[in-house]
């Protein structure tokens, strides 16, 4: 039987055992001082060497090269290498004690250069809202693979343009880099636009948390707690102090204050062109971005409508890539086309009859094939996964080296992963007939903007008319050729512009200016330099567009008789002034409630002016151009900026006037200045006021009433003709 004795004598032996065992370990784990001094000097050189040694490389890396970003990213491969030869470098010379030589070489290995596509392949899972459920794999779309590698830390490119069909995959190249930069580099700013603030927090918000739930090396990154001040609806903190703020492009303030280094724009054709009367968010965000030698920016898109298209208009800023891929019969590269079934290559079909007692059904698609457009091959749609991956980008223009672009169409889409080419044939044969059904297969499955085809006149064939008169000088036999000088003015939120026009027999037009006034015309200031300017021109008949501060119009045009209100109505048929007796009637309503507002049928009239500014010959109807800074390429493009086109409902042509670029101000101004011609009336008659003739001008402070037009202002604070281009391309 044991006794205590027994018990506690074998406690003592154990704990002596453990003893011994430790220190046996520890005499293991020490060395000799010399052996340590001699791995520590060794170590030192080999360290010194390798630092003198990177100056060298350095320069070797970056010989002729003169870009500051690719100097700075040839710097950073070098240190790579540097530093993982230093690794291997120090094991070998610190050989009396091995274990040294591998902690210092495990401390010298830098971080892996990954790219943004290996290191979604590496990390990012996607669990719901997909065909192909697991670990994220570029393979199943190789096309991606060039367009998220722009987006690496080391690559340098800096800016990314993908325009495409809708389900290639540009959004969720957008998301594999943010899981990028939040894990890999997790140091880095990045601002993420969408088009409205209601989009971000219902669609952007959700599947943002939906990746970083899936994707578990992101989320032990941030907290899920709603209310935690780092996740929020518009900003979302991680790492040490790193953000990623969510904005939407029609706030102004989710895009100010905030200085980072790169941005993801989505779905940019969305953005409006001017938020908040501030300009251009496009603007607003590169000035974001000026701190940064080394910002970069991703814009991806479905295009819109030709010339109102961001997406198109910045992919035609860079290199303009196509993915070309091979024929699986004769091996040679192309672009997938839609070609459509006419063409000689590209997707081809084969549909079903109709049945005989239904004429109205539609074709159904049997079957769906690509025709080579080297060999006239048929390729099947089977052959598509092996084209893909062999495939490659190629750009229309090399020389741009820091813009890259890409584009994609539908036809691309992967087996499983979008529609298949029946599909797309079948949505074609479904969209004829109806223009807008035509112009969203044109957008989304084809990624091409939509041309709008119509009546319209080319803006460098205006151009051409310009001719070297002044006002002094429009004279035959010492006479005016002019009878009538009237004005057009469109209000906007931050300026008014006004086309002033002397007008002659028949109508004959003699553009004078085109003055833009800037100011809040919401305020009393801006409408003093109008009424300067007005009178400053000798114009006798003005036409004011009432749709912007109407208030502001109405209690402009209620001082004078020589000003009307209007407002402008859609509709081909509706004429562009009313005829006297159906006007004499609207008006006797009118007088009873004050002021009086014109309705104008602003379709006849820019058909009207678009038929004259065909015209060839001058004469009755034909519009003249002065040769004066005021009358540059963009007051023009201005003046083409809209088409007449014929649209189908169902089977009903509708004719449309349709704006084909963002801007059409100078257009509507001339229009205005029409109708105000033909509404002048007795006032026709009278000679037009010399410029010695204009009345005596009072002090602001001395006018009864801030807005009254008959006593303009001394100096008018208006943009003259000179700084118009200056002010049209800050808008």
């Known amino acids: 039987m044991t006794n205590?004795?027994?018990?506690?004598?074998?406690?003592?032996?154990?704990?002596?055992?453990?003893?011994?065992?430790?220190?046996?370990?520890?005499?293991?784990?020490?060395?000799?001082?010399?052996?340590?001094?001699?791995?520590?000097?060794?170590?030192?050189?080999?360290?010194?060497?390798?630092?003198?040694?990177?100056?060298?490389?350095?320069?070797?890396?970056?010989?002729?090269?003169?870009?500051?970003?690719?100097?700075?990213?040839?710097?950073?491969?070098?240190?790579?290498?540097?530093?993982?030869?230093?690794?291997?470098?120090?094991?070998?010379?610190?050989?009396?004690?091995?274990?040294?030589?591998?902690?210092?070489?495990?401390?010298?290995?830098?971080?892996?250069?990954?790219?943004?596509?290996?290191?979604?392949?590496?990390?990012?899972?996607?669990?719901?809202?997909?065909?192909?459920?697991?670990?994220?794999?570029?393979?199943?779309?190789?096309?991606?693979?060039?367009?998220?590698?722009?987006?690496?830390?080391?690559?340098?490119?800096?800016?990314?343009?993908?325009?495409?069909?809708?389900?290639?995959?540009?959004?969720?190249?957008?998301?594999?880099?943010?899981?990028?930069?939040?894990?890999?580099?997790?140091?880095?700013?990045?601002?993420?636009?969408?088009?409205?603030?209601?989009?971000?927090?219902?669609?952007?918000?959700?599947?943002?948390?939906?990746?970083?739930?899936?994707?578990?090396?992101?989320?032990?990154?941030?907290?899920?707690?709603?209310?935690?001040?780092?996740?929020?609806?518009?900003?979302?903190?991680?790492?040490?102090?790193?953000?990623?703020?969510?904005?939407?492009?029609?706030?102004?303030?989710?895009?100010?204050?905030?200085?980072?280094?790169?941005?993801?724009?989505?779905?940019?054709?969305?953005?409006?062109?001017?938020?908040?009367?501030?300009?251009?968010?496009?603007?607003?965000?590169?000035?974001?971005?000026?701190?940064?030698?080394?910002?970069?920016?991703?814009?991806?898109?479905?295009?819109?409508?030709?010339?109102?298209?961001?997406?198109?208009?910045?992919?035609r800023r860079t290199d303009m890539r196509r993915y070309y891929v091979p024929c699986p019969h004769c091996d040679?590269?192309?672009?997938?086309?839609?070609?459509?079934?006419?063409?000689?290559?590209?997707?081809?079909?084969?549909?079903?009859?109709?049945?005989?007692?239904?004429?109205?059904?539609?074709?159904?698609?049997l079957d769906a094939w690509y025709v080579c457009r080297h060999c006239g091959a048929e390729i099947s749609e089977g052959h598509k996964a092996d084209m893909l991956a062999r495939g490659r980008w190629v750009a229309q223009r090399p020389g741009v080296k820091l813009a890259h672009g890409y584009h994609l169409n539908a036809l691309y889409a992967p087996t499983g992963l979008g529609l298949d080419w029946r599909a797309i044939a079948q949505k074609w044969i479904n969209s004829q007939g109806d223009t807008a059904e035509l112009k969203g297969f044109v957008n989304t499955y084809l990624g091409e903007v939509w041309r709008e085809q119509g009546d319209s006149i080319e803006e460098i064939s205006l151009i051409s008319r310009l001719e070297d008169y002044t006002r002094d000088t429009l004279t035959a036999d010492g006479r005016p050729l002019y009878s009538l000088i009237t004005a057009g003015c469109d209000v906007q939120k931050d300026r008014i512009e006004v086309s002033v026009v002397a007008w002659g027999e028949g109508e004959e037009a003699w553009l004078l200016d085109h003055l833009i006034l800037p100011g809040d015309t919401a305020q009393h200031d801006v409408w003093f330099d109008l009424s300067a300017a007005l009178r400053d021109e000798g114009v006798q008949f003005a036409c004011i567009d009432s749709g912007y501060n109407t208030s502001m119009v109405y209690d402009f045009v209620r001082a004078t008789s020589w000003c009307r209100a209007i407002k402008g109505l859609a509709g081909t048929g509706r004429p562009l002034?009313?005829?006297?007796?159906?006007?004499?009637?609207?008006?006797?309503?009118?007088?009873?409630?004050?002021?009086?507002?014109?309705?104008?049928?602003?379709?006849?009239?820019?058909?009207?002016?678009y038929a004259r500014l065909k015209m060839q010959q001058p004469g009755p109807g034909?519009?003249?151009?002065?040769?004066?800074?005021?009358?540059?390429?963009?007051?023009?493009?201005?003046?083409?900026?809209?088409k007449l086109v014929t649209r189908f409902r169902g089977t009903r042509p509708v004719q449309e006037w349709v704006q084909i670029r963002p801007r059409n101000e100078a257009l509507d101004c001339l229009n205005y200045a029409l109708a105000a011609r033909r509404l002048a009336g007795p006032q026709a008659k009278r000679p037009p006021p010399a410029a010695a003739e204009a009345p005596a001008v009072a002090d602001r402070a001395e006018i009864a009433s801030p807005l009254t037009p008959l006593q303009p202002p001394k100096q008018p604070a208006r943009t003259s003709a000179i700084a118009k281009s200056d002010w049209s391309s800050r808008l």
Not at 581 to 590: D, F, G, T
């Open 577 to 609: 002034v009313e005829d006297e007796k159906v006007r004499r009637q609207r008006l006797r309503r009118q007088r009873k409630r004050g002021v009086q507002v014109e309705p104008l049928g602003v379709d006849q009239g820019k058909a009207l002016l």
């Open 622 to 642: 034909y519009i003249h151009f002065p040769r004066q800074p005021a009358f540059d390429d963009e007051y023009f493009a201005q003046l083409a900026a809209e």
């Open 4 to 315: 205590l004795a027994d018990l506690q004598a074998e406690r003592e032996r154990l704990r002596a055992e453990q003893a011994q065992a430790d220190l046996d370990r520890l005499l293991g784990d020490t060395c000799d001082l010399a052996d340590v001094r001699a791995d520590s000097i060794a170590a030192r050189a080999v360290i010194l060497q390798a630092l003198d040694a990177i100056v060298g490389r350095w320069l070797a890396a970056i010989e002729g090269e003169h870009d500051e970003t690719r100097v700075h990213y040839l710097m950073s491969d070098t240190a790579h290498d540097v530093l993982r030869e230093l690794g291997h470098t120090l094991e070998a010379a610190t050989t009396r004690l091995p274990w040294m030589g591998e902690r210092m070489a495990r401390g010298a290995k830098p971080r892996d250069l990954l790219t943004v596509s290996q290191h979604a392949d590496r990390y990012r899972v996607i669990r719901t809202g997909t065909n192909a459920p697991g670990p994220w794999r570029t393979a199943l779309t190789p096309y991606l693979r060039d367009i998220m590698d722009d987006l690496s830390e080391h690559s340098p490119v800096r800016k990314v343009v993908f325009i495409k069909s809708s389900g290639v995959g540009g959004t969720e190249a957008m998301y594999n880099w943010l899981g990028y930069v939040m894990h890999h580099l997790q140091n880095k700013d990045l601002l993420v636009v969408v088009p409205t603030l209601e989009l971000r927090d219902r669609s952007f918000n959700p599947r943002l948390a939906k990746m970083i739930d899936e994707t578990e090396a992101l989320s032990s990154l941030v907290t899920t707690a709603s209310r935690n001040k780092a996740n929020r609806g518009d900003l979302l903190e991680y790492g040490a102090r790193a953000r990623i703020i969510k904005a939407g492009a029609n706030s102004p303030d989710s895009l100010r204050s905030d200085h980072l280094p790169y941005v993801i724009c989505d779905e940019v054709d969305a953005f409006p062109w001017d938020v908040g009367g501030e300009g251009d968010p496009m603007t607003l965000i590169e000035n974001r971005q000026r701190t940064f030698s080394r910002a970069k920016t991703y814009l991806v898109s479905t295009p819109t409508l030709e010339g109102q298209s961001r997406i198109d208009i910045e992919y």
């Open 332 to 365: 040679e590269f192309q672009h997938l086309e839609f070609g459509g079934k006419a063409g000689h290559h590209g997707l081809k079909w084969c549909t079903a009859p109709p049945p005989e007692d239904d004429p109205h059904h539609l074709p159904q698609v």
